[in-house]
Structure formats: structure tokens, C-alpha cells
């Protein structure tokens, strides 16, 4: 894991173009891995997320991760709309910014925290792969932590549209803290679920609010599916 660290540090800066896909001819750094350069990144997943998202709308991106997701909200949307955009990692933070200057993307919001029910600061566990941080007492990494419901509330974000959740066994505690705009305003999801517990909430929370749903992998090994729910 130090010899990854090592060389995504050195080569973050050296791009090249992306081969296929939607983001096709958009730049991003090599060391962010070899399927985004070939453009086959999540390839069911990506296919879901255009399939339902509307260019020109509001993206709420939660566990953007290195900014895949915002990034084909950018490049479909060209310029209209906006993308708000969490990510608490630092050196995803620094991968998605990078992606964004190279890209000339101007309507990212990149709000550098965690998302849950309660703005301040928590543990945050970044021992395992880029992909693959958490939020948990006993994490080797202090982050801020903010309620996404709030900053909705109080208009430091626009009302999203489509919003995205990937945050590694957080879910729970995201759509606990979004379920009154949720219930309210009905956007366009994309959930994924790690672990059975984290599944079977988030279908009952989706059933409650009268969201139609697909899990878009159900056979999955390791129990993390992935879920697209539009509105009934």
C-alpha cells in the first residue's frame, strides 16, 4: 500500500486522454488506475447513472471518490446545472481537483468532507484502498463531517435532482439525514449498499417514501449492491 501511495503521489499530475466511454477524450491522471483511462470504469453502474440523469440538473455526488460520476454529470450537463460534490480523503480530494483544473470543469462544487447526521468532526479510516475509506471510531484519519439535510436547509446547496451515495457502510446515516427532503422533493437516486443490514434499510427506506427500484448487480458476492430508485 506505500508503494501505491508512493506512485500516485509522483504520477498524479501526468494525464492522458480517456479512450471510450462518456467521458471519452477528457482527461485524467494515470494513476488513478488503468479503468478509467479505458473507460470501463463501473461500467453497469455508469450505464444506470445516464440512463436516469437529465442534463442540466442538480447532482449531489456523496463519496465522489476521484470524481468519475461528477465528472459525466459535467460533460453531459456542458456547463448547465450544477454538481456538489463530497469527498473527505485528502488524496482523492487531490486526484478530483486535479480533474476538474485539467478539464476546465466550472460547475463542481467540491465540498472536501464526510456526510452524515450532524456537522463536526470524525474518525475517518484511509488504511485501505482509495476507494474503500470510511467513518469510524477508531479511524487513523480526523475529517469534517457535514449534514448534507442541513446545508440543503440553510441554501449553501442547491435542491439536487439525482443524488449519488457511496460512502462505505454510511448510507444508513446519509439517508437518515436526507429523509425529510427526500420524502418531500423525490429526486432520482443511485445507493450503493454494503452488507445485508445496509441493503434491507435502504429498500425499506425506498418502499416508505414511494421509490420505485432496481438493484443493478443482485447477485453480488461480497453482499454490496447497487441500486438506482426513481420516484414513483
Keep these: 500500500m506505500k508503494l501505491k501511495h508512493v506512485f500516485k503521489t509522483v504520477f498524479r499530475r501526468v494525464s492522458a486522454r480517456i479512450r471510450s466511454g462518456p467521458l471519452k477524450g477528457k482527461k485524467w491522471s494515470i494513476a488513478s488506475g488503468s479503468r478509467f483511462i479505458r473507460g470501463d470504469y463501473e461500467s453497469y453502474k455508469t450505464r444506470a447513472f445516464l440512463d436516469n440523469f437529465e442534463p442540466g440538473s442538480i447532482f449531489l455526488d456523496i463519496g465522489a471518490h476521484f470524481g468519475y460520476y461528477s465528472s459525466m454529470a459535467a460533460t453531459v450537463s456542458r456547463g448547465e446545472g450544477w454538481i456538489y460534490s463530497?469527498?473527505?480523503?485528502?488524496?482523492?480530494?487531490?486526484?478530483?481537483?486535479?480533474?476538474?483544473?485539467?478539464?476546465?470543469?466550472?460547475?463542481?462544487t467540491l465540498i472536501e468532507a464526510a456526510a452524515g447526521r450532524y456537522d463536526g468532526f470524525v474518525r475517518f479510516d484511509n488504511r485501505h484502498g482509495s476507494a474503500t475509506g470510511f467513518v469510524t471510531g477508531d479511524g487513523n484519519l480526523k475529517v469534517e463531517q457535514v449534514s448534507v439535510g442541513?446545508?440543503?436547509?440553510?441554501?449553501?446547496?442547491?435542491?439536487?435532482?439525482?443524488?449519488k451515495i457511496d460512502v462505505e457502510g454510511g448510507e444508513m446515516e446519509v439517508l437518515a439525514d436526507l429523509e425529510e427532503f427526500i420524502s418531500r422533493e423525490?429526486?432520482?437516486?443511485?445507493?450503493?449498499?454494503?452488507?445485508?443490514?445496509?441493503?434491507?434499510?435502504?429498500?425499506?427506506?425506498?418502499?416508505?417514501?414511494?421509490?420505485?427500484?432496481?438493484?443493478?448487480?443482485?447477485?453480488?458476492v461480497s453482499g454490496d449492491t447497487e441500486?438506482?430508485?426513481?420516484?414513483?
Design 86 to 108: 463530497l469527498e473527505p480523503r485528502p488524496m482523492n480530494i487531490k486526484f478530483f481537483r486535479r480533474h476538474i483544473e485539467i478539464n476546465d470543469f466550472r460547475n463542481i
Design 150 to 163: 442541513g446545508l440543503i436547509k440553510r441554501g449553501v446547496i442547491r435542491p439536487p435532482d439525482f443524488i
Design 186 to 220: 423525490h429526486p432520482k437516486m443511485l445507493v450503493a449498499t454494503h452488507g445485508k443490514e445496509c441493503r434491507d434499510f435502504t429498500e425499506n427506506f425506498l418502499r416508505k417514501n414511494k421509490y420505485s427500484f432496481r438493484v443493478l448487480n443482485p447477485e453480488a
Design 227 to 232: 441500486i438506482i430508485a426513481i420516484p414513483v
